[in-house]
């Protein structure tokens, strides 16, 4: 069918990592920019963009299902545009699969989206996968909503090549954002309500730049930088690679207050040798030291991890290895999933490939343990007083939902708003979230 009109109304739907969410939302932007307007919940929208993720499972199924969804009742169906990282890895192959799909976008190039939309509105369909530096941001307009926690992506793709992941190919080499469009978003996020912001990266520690008098500077200084935002309360930074992780970002978690006492490290795996066939270059000992090395400036730091179950040739004793090591570091939340061959990856050609029941039933006990040392780490923090910032209203009357420093979900009764920062005492821990009770009046 053709579209003759505009399109009105947008809706974006962000599957897989923050940097997709941040991405989802700077898209959202660039739609509202041009004079579209969100659709409602639940209503049809006359553009859907669906910002996708590849890193594993069938996500190029799920995308197929998804575009088969979205046509209406009436036969209908809106303007699709594909974009993220199933967009990079299929290109074209896209349209032709799902003819009633008229954009294609990469996440280096989305800024072009309104072109393409107009195009694609008036009968041109198109794809976009080039992947020039980073160079989209400086098209973007101006932030303007947001949240009282916002991300802010200042670092994007990776250089590391583990042998499982797609990142590499889908997202590009790695590029650090300038400090200066950095520091400019960050107030603007500010002045629109921000009280915590979540610098992005897929190594968001490999981030580094040049101040204004032309100093380098490592994510530290970037941190630091920021910590200068009167209104900012809270600074975090996640994901980390264990071979970026310097002294001075270690060091900055004891001299910088507003940067919270959490720290997103993965290992993927407890067993040097799958460490090596992953191509992690980090052993579990060199990550342990790095981890010793942080909560001796920052003894209350919360550990959170990525692991992957059933690399090809993991044996049931390496994968025990796997959870001695979570049993040791005592994490405070993680995520962990099945390994997925990536077409294009070494690891998808590797022989043994572990068996589907191995994999679940490893699963199984590795979230068994997660669980355990997750709870544990909740229920000591029961009896502490703790910031928590105020990011959504809880379902019962009078309730609130809010994050404490060691990103707990803590909820609450209290006479508060949203981005309030307030003094809690944690209660009552269950395994995903706490109750609290406020302390005294409102800090900020
Ligand atoms: N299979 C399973 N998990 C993967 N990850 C990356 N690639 C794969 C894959 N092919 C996981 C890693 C990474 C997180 C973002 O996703 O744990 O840290
Ligand atoms: Fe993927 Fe490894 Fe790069 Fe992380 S460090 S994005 S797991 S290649």
Redesign the pocket.
Known sequence: MSHNSAPKTYKVKSFG?QMNVYDGERMAELLADQGMTAAPEGADADLVVLNTCH??EKAVDRVYSDIGRLKRDDGSVPLIAVAGCVAQAEGEEIMARAPSVKMVVGPQAYHRLPDMVRDAAAGRPSTDTDMPAATKFAHLPARRRTGASAFLTVQEGCDKFCT???VPYTRGAEVSRPYADLIDEAARLVDSGAREITLLGQNVNAWTGEDAKGRKVGLDGLIRALAALPDLARIRYT?SHPNDMTMALIEAHASVPKLMPFLHL?V?AGSDRVLKAMNRSHTVESYLRILEQVRAVRPDIALSG???VGFPGETDAEFDETVRLVETVGYAQC?S??????LG?PAAAMGDQIAPEVMDERLQRLQAALNRTQLAFNQASVGKSCEVLVERRGKLPGQWLGKSPWLQSVHFFADVTLGDVVDVTLIEAGPNSLSGRPTMQMVA
């Open positions: 990592c890193i594993r499982y992941c797609v994901t993965p993927q990525d692991f992957i995520f999933f099945k390994y997925s061959p990536r990856t």
